[in-house]
């Protein structure tokens, strides 16, 4: 690179190309399918330019922005060992296969559990593991009575016994409360297994971690410490391009080093990924507690136009029960649409670190005029609308 683009350390990055990223940008900004939307910042741009371009399997060393990133998020949470992986469903599925072993076993998860309904059925391929799916009663999260009533111990030749116990923090927004977290761990950690058989083992998908953190106010660490794993997602709240770390002790990091191979994981020149989840981070976190205001400004708007939730709004997700209004998803798409704004059919919106407060304002104002047309009497499109979302 010549030295007339650099400047004092920072590219000059053309017009034209920060052009196409604002676009990109004020789209972004009324778009409330996913927290995955996000565009990187310039910031992010430069750190891709400048990171390290070392090979994740031929340079025994390792990438330095890779291994940069790492530290970051072993210091962050307080856990041993970290690892980069190419996707959260990566993250999960090399976590639950580097802790379970031999059949017959079963991971015990909410039955509404990412690792379990939207990775494209990974874990009984990968792991040939069971499940054993959780509602919760209290319709929330999980809690200590749930696991319990739903442990599969060993000795009965029917049932595959527990092996992981998978918990997810925040689920549809919702969070898993410390407390609950650390009875859960308490349990499973002391739960009785044959002499042969290591701890039953605890896992978090932890993609929206920090936002769950944030939002109870609590410790990261003491969260951490409930978990012998966890999949942190770089690309969801975080708003970084790609990635996430998984983190665990030294023991089963080294053993998740085989399953990244194996998966697809083993990357080329990662280190420019992981420089701008670096810069992500920092862009990112500070402005967490922001959007969890704004998501639930927003719910305290809808509901004042009748709308109802399916579940409560606490981070930086709204989950309207549209059946209880009787809007069809397709009417709730094409309202929004015609406003410019972007969702998935099911109901559920999504904030993030780039959602604008004129985006917001333009949801509230489509769905006003979807609320005003319903109860006017007005026949609303019931056509076929497909859409999922992570």
């Known amino acids: ?230 999949s942190i997602c770089l690309a969801k709240g975080i708003g970084a391009p790609i990635g996430s770390v998984i983190l665990g002790s030294k023991q089963f990091i080294n053993r998740a080093k085989w399953y990244r191979k194996m998966l697809g994981g083993g990357t080329r020149q990662p280190g420019m990924m992981a420089a701008a989840a670096h810069v992500a981070l920092d862009y990112a976190l500070p402005r967490l507690a922001n959007v969890h205001s704004l998501t639930k400004a927003t719910a305290q708007k809808l509901e004042s136009l009748g709308y109802q939730f399916a579940l409560p709004v606490q981070t930086n997700m709204i989950v309207l029960d549209l059946a209880a209004v009787g809007i069809p998803a397709a009417a709730f798409v094409d309202y929004c649409a015609e406003q410019r704004v972007a969702v998935f059919p099911n109901g559920r919106l999504v904030f993030h670190h780039q959602t604008s407060v004129e985006g917001a304002d333009d949801l509230v104002a489509a769905l006003k005029r979807l609320k005003e047309a319903k109860d006017n009497g007005v026949v609303l499109s019931e056509a076929e609308v497909h859409g999922g979302y992570t």
């Open 1 to 230: 690179m010549s030295s007339s683009t650099i400047e004092h350390d920072k590219i000059i990055f053309p017009q034209s190309i920060k052009a196409q990223w604002q676009t990109a940008t004020d789209k972004a900004a009324r778009d409330f399918r996913s927290d995955v939307v996000t565009v990187p910042t310039e910031e992010m741009m430069q750190a891709v330019l400048v990171a390290s371009v070392n090979d994740d399997i031929y340079d025994t060393e390792g990438d330095p922005s890779v291994k940069a990133l790492e530290a970051r998020l072993i210091e962050l949470t307080g856990m041993e060992a970290a690892l980069w992986a190419v996707s959260g469903t990566q993250g999960n599925q090399i976590c639950l296969r580097t802790h379970l072993t031999q059949p017959p076993h079963t991971v015990l998860l909410d039955h509404r559990a990412h690792v379990h309904c939207w990775e494209s059925g990974a874990l009984p391929v990968i792991s040939q593991a069971c499940v054993t799916m959780v509602k919760p009663k209290n319709g929330v999260h999980l809690t200590l009575d749930d696991v319990k009533a739903n442990m599969i111990a060993d000795g009965n030749i029917h049932f595959p016994p527990t092996r992981v116990v998978s918990l997810e923090n925040t689920l549809s927004g919702t969070i898993l409360p410390l407390k609950e977290a650390q009875a859960i761990s308490k349990f499973v950690r002391s739960f009785p297994t044959p002499d042969d058989q290591k701890p039953i083992a605890m896992h978090l998908d932890a993609a929206r971690l920090f936002d769950g953190v944030v939002g109870e106010g609590v410790d990261i660490k003491a969260y951490a410490a409930c978990f012998d794993s966890m």
